[in-house]
Structures are given as structure tokens and as C-alpha cells.
């Protein structure tokens, strides 16, 4: 079987890892019981382009349980889990990526996966859809869909489809509740703040510390900071999410005020240059830069070098950037994502909720995929519901039921007291 991982002798610590992970996915776990008995994705060819970590590594297992061929690559190149990776390539899944690799290697990595000639694309950043659109053309003949994991992609492509671009179907996974209001939120907040604490070591308590974007997951980054004693500061361009974080007791300005009080500054916008060269230049000795957006174009890096008298690497995911007063600027994990570049991304808990989802749009893809039009769109509600159901099911939790005469109720207008 073709594949390109970097170490075969990692797949017992692969292996391990993803047993570990499994434990906390109950809900992938139930439905790749499911799928095993009923194979709903016989015949199904998947490429999927996403972070490769323990939690796709379950994903890809429920794909292949259900009767699917999988192809993986990675969606970001600091992000791959090289062990995970080996232990995959073991269970007979083609896995095409090493944590780290060049541009040209990342990009060779998506034609590979995409060799398999897809009826489905899973993108996390929709590198697939546009690989496939500007260079793979061909490929449209047999693909029927695709889903898309991240914000950042959903962006591209609703501008796809907007502009008649986009020639397939594409289901916005990111946005079912049960991936964006907690896989975003409390995903990316543990999950960045644990990235700053092991690529640093720093103490937030008493630091303050800037969070640029107050949306999904800058709610849960601030919200982590804060409760590890972190003084928190949000930016934001939109006038309700800074309202929203001002009314929870953040100090919220702009970024060049905050440029100039701020000891770490995260970015978690989805947009580009959002701490830029008037910022570096307010920028306290020492003040730490991280990003957990999609792309590594929020922080302006090249203008952070072009600015720099010397650069050097004082730790692992730590560069130091020297500025001509004496300053220094720190760099984390070349301004890509934080949280799975200097850890391990989200627990498997919150991806559990978002694969889930994953898994049961392939499985309604393999089944309507082809009655649908070129468009983006949501999650069907029975899917995120079913999602909701299960996991809670998966924590013992119960609910309440509403009662005929309450059901009654909600529907009527003409009750009053
Ligand atoms: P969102 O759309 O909910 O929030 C983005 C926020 O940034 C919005 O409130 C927007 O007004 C604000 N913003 C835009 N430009 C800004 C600027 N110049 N200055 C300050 N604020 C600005 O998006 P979400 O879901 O929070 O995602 C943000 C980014 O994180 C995306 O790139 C997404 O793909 C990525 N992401 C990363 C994850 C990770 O594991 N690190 C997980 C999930 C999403």
C-alpha cells in the first residue's frame, strides 16, 4: 500500500495513543459499532486532508469500519502526529504526512491523497476542494461531495460558491452546534492554552494576556485564560462580539492600546495581518506571539523579520526575534496553529462530538450526496441532535422530556397566563 510516514517504529506509541484517545470518543465509538454491522460507506472513496492526530485517527477507523477506502494527509505541516501516523499505516489506511514537512512535500502529500479518486473530500481548511478545483479537474467527474471541519474553510468556501466557483457539494461541518460551540470554544481554549504553557513554560497568572477575535474559540481561550489568572484583553472588529466580551468583564480595545500592555498575545480571528509592524513596535521586551487561527497570516510575520537585527531559537516553538532598541519579540511555533503545533490539539472528548459529525454526514453523503446541488450547507438537525443525544447519553447524563400538555403549550398563542 502507497504511503509516506516518517518512522514505522513509532506505531506501538501510535497504537497507544490513539487506544487512549478512543476511550474518551464514546460517541465514535458507538456509531463505528454501527457501521461495522451495517457498512452504510460500502464502496465509498474518502480523501481526507485533515490534522493528523490520535482523535482522526478514530475517525479514519469508523470511515474504514463502515465499508469506506481512506486516504489521509495532513492539513497543516507542523501538525501531524508522526506515530500516529505509523500506527495508521499499520492498520492498512494510507497515510501521506511527517510533522514538519516543506511546502512542496505538503502539497505532494495532497495529490497523493487525492490519487484515490474520491467520491468524498474531508477537508479541515479546504485544501482538497481548491487542490481539486485548480489543479485536479479531472477528479470532478467522480466526486460527489465533500464536508469541511474548519471556519477558516468554510469562509473560502461559501466565497466559492457565491461566486459560482464551487462545482461540487460541500457540508459545512464547523458549523453544527455540536462542533462549533464546543470543539471551537473549549477545544481550542484548553487546547491553546496548554500549547503556550508547553512551548514557554510561562506563569499567566498576573500576565496579561491579549486575545485577538472574540468568536467561537477566542470565547473559550479567553474564558481559560482568565480562569488560570491571566489578566484578559480582547480585540475585535465586530461591535456585538466586543460588547458580548466587554459584558463578561474583559478589557476590550484596539490592538494598537493593547500592543502596548500586552505580555502574550494570541490571535484566533481567521483573518490576515491583525498584529502587524505599528504593533511589534509597541510591543513590550519580551512580549510572546502565538496564533491558533487556521493560517499562519494573522501575525505578520514577514514584516516581524523584516523588522528583526537577528533571530534565533531559544526553545522548542519559541523563536526570538531581536528588534534594533534591544527588544525582543517572541515567536511560538512559526505563527501556526498553537495548540496542535506545541501540543496535541483538542482532546479527543470535544472531538468526538465534531468527528461524530463527520462520521454521520459521510454516511448521509453516501446515501443523498448525489441529489444534492453545488452549494455549502449545514448539517441536517438530525444529525447535530442525534450528536447532542449520544454524547449525553456517553456522560450519564439525563434530560427531561416535554409533557403533551407542555408541548401543547410551545405551539399555541392563544394561551396566555
Ligand atoms: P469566528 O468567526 O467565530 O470568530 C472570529 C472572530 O474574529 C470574529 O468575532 C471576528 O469579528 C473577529 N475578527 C476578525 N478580524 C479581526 C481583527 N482584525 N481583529 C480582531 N478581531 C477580528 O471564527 P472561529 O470559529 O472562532 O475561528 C477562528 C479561527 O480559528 C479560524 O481560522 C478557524 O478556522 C480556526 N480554528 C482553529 C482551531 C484550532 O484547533 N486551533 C479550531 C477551530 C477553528
Known amino acids: 500500500m502507497e504511503h509516506h510516514v516518517k518512522d514505522m517504529g513509532l506505531v506501538k506509541k501510535g497504537r497507544q495513543r490513539i487506544e487512549w484517545a478512543d476511550a474518551e470518543m464514546p460517541v465514535l465509538a458507538k456509531i463505528r459499532g454501527r457501521f461495522s454491522r451495517e457498512r452504510p460507506l460500502h464502496g465509498l472513496r474518502i480523501a481526507a486532508c485533515l490534522h493528523v492526530t490520535t482523535e482522526t485517527a478514530n475517525l479514519m477507523r469508523t470511515l474504514v469500519a463502515g465499508g469506506a477506502q481512506v486516504r489521509l494527509c495532513a492539513s497543516n505541516p507542523l501538525s501531524t502526529q508522526d506515530d500516529v501516523g505509523a500506527a495508521l499505516v499499520e492498520e492498512q489506511i494510507a497515510v501521506f504526512a511527517i510533522k514538519g514537512v516543506d511546502r512542496d512535500t505538503y502539497y505532494r502529500h495532497i495529490h497523493q491523497a487525492l490519487d484515490i479518486k474520491p467520491h468524498v473530500t474531508m477537508d479541515d481548511g479546504a485544501d482538497l476542494v481548491s487542490t481539486i478545483h485548480s489543479e485536479r479537474t479531472e477528479l470532478l467527474k467522480e466526486v460527489v461531495a465533500g464536508t469541511e471541519e474548519t471556519t477558516t474553510g468554510v469562509i473560502r468556501l461559501r466565497a466559492m460558491a457565491k461566486d459560482g466557483a464551487l462545482k461540487y457539494p460541500i457540508?459545512?461541518?464547523?458549523?453544527?452546534?455540536?462542533?462549533?460551540?464546543?470543539?471551537?470554544?473549549?477545544?481550542?481554549?484548553?487546547?491553546?492554552?496548554?500549547?503556550?504553557?508547553?512551548?514557554?513554560?510561562?506563569?499567566?497568572?498576573?500576565?496579561?494576556?491579549?486575545?485577538?477575535?472574540?468568536g467561537?474559540?477566542?470565547?473559550?481561550?479567553?474564558?481559560?485564560?482568565?480562569?488560570?489568572?491571566?489578566?484578559?484583553?480582547?480585540?475585535?472588529?465586530?461591535?456585538?462580539?466586543?460588547?458580548?466580551?466587554?459584558?463578561?468583564?474583559?478589557?476590550?480595545?484596539?490592538?494598537?492600546?493593547?500592543?502596548?500592555?500586552?505580555?502574550?498575545?494570541?490571535?484566533?480571528?481567521?483573518?490576515?495581518?491583525?498584529?502587524?509592524?505599528?504593533?511589534?513596535?509597541?510591543?513590550?521586551?519580551?512580549?510572546?506571539?502565538?496564533?491558533?487561527?487556521?493560517?499562519?497570516?494573522?501575525?505578520?510575520?514577514?514584516?516581524?523579520?523584516?523588522?528583526?537585527?537577528?533571530?534565533?531559537?531559544?526553545?522548542?516553538?519559541?523563536?526570538?526575534?531581536?528588534?534594533?532598541?534591544?527588544?525582543?519579540?517572541?515567536?511560538?511555533?512559526?505563527?501556526?496553529?498553537?495548540?496542535?503545533?506545541?501540543?496535541e490539539g483538542h482532546p479527543a472528548a470535544v472531538m468526538d462530538m465534531s468527528f461524530a459529525n463527520q462520521a454521520l454526514v459521510a454516511e448521509y453523503l453516501a446515501k443523498s450526496g448525489r441529489s444534492l446541488e453545488p452549494n455549502v450547507y449545514t448539517v441536517p438537525s438530525d444529525i447535530d441532535q442525534m450528536v447532542a443525544r449520544l454524547k449525553l447519553d456517553a456522560m450519564g447524563v439525563t434530560i427531561d422530556e416535554l409533557t403533551p400538555e407542555q408541548k401543547k403549550y410551545l405551539q399555541s398563542w392563544e394561551e396566555g397566563t
Open 171 to 214: 457540508i459545512a461541518v464547523n458549523d453544527a452546534k455540536t462542533k462549533h460551540l464546543f470543539d471551537n470554544r473549549y477545544g481550542t481554549g484548553q487546547s491553546t492554552i496548554d500549547g503556550l504553557m508547553r512551548a514557554t513554560n510561562l506563569l499567566l497568572a498576573g500576565k496579561t494576556l491579549v486575545v485577538c477575535g472574540y
Open 216 to 343: 467561537s474559540c477566542g470565547r473559550g481561550l479567553a474564558m481559560r485564560a482568565r480562569g488560570m489568572g491571566a489578566q484578559v484583553v480582547v480585540t475585535e472588529v465586530s461591535p456585538l462580539h466586543a460588547l458580548e466580551a466587554a459584558m463578561e468583564g474583559y478589557m476590550v480595545m484596539s490592538i494598537a492600546e493593547a500592543a502596548k500592555v500586552g505580555d502574550i498575545f494570541i490571535t484566533v480571528t481567521g483573518n490576515r495581518s491583525v498584529v502587524r509592524k505599528e504593533h511589534f513596535e509597541a510591543m513590550k521586551d519580551g512580549a510572546v506571539l502565538g496564533n491558533s487561527g487556521h493560517f499562519n497570516v494573522e501575525i505578520d510575520i514577514p514584516a516581524l523579520s523584516d523588522m528583526a537585527t537577528g533571530t534565533r531559537e531559544v526553545r522548542e516553538f519559541v523563536q526570538e526575534y531581536r528588534m534594533a532598541d534591544g527588544r525582543r519579540l517572541y515567536l511560538l511555533a512559526e505563527g501556526r496553529l498553537l495548540n496542535l503545533a506545541a501540543a
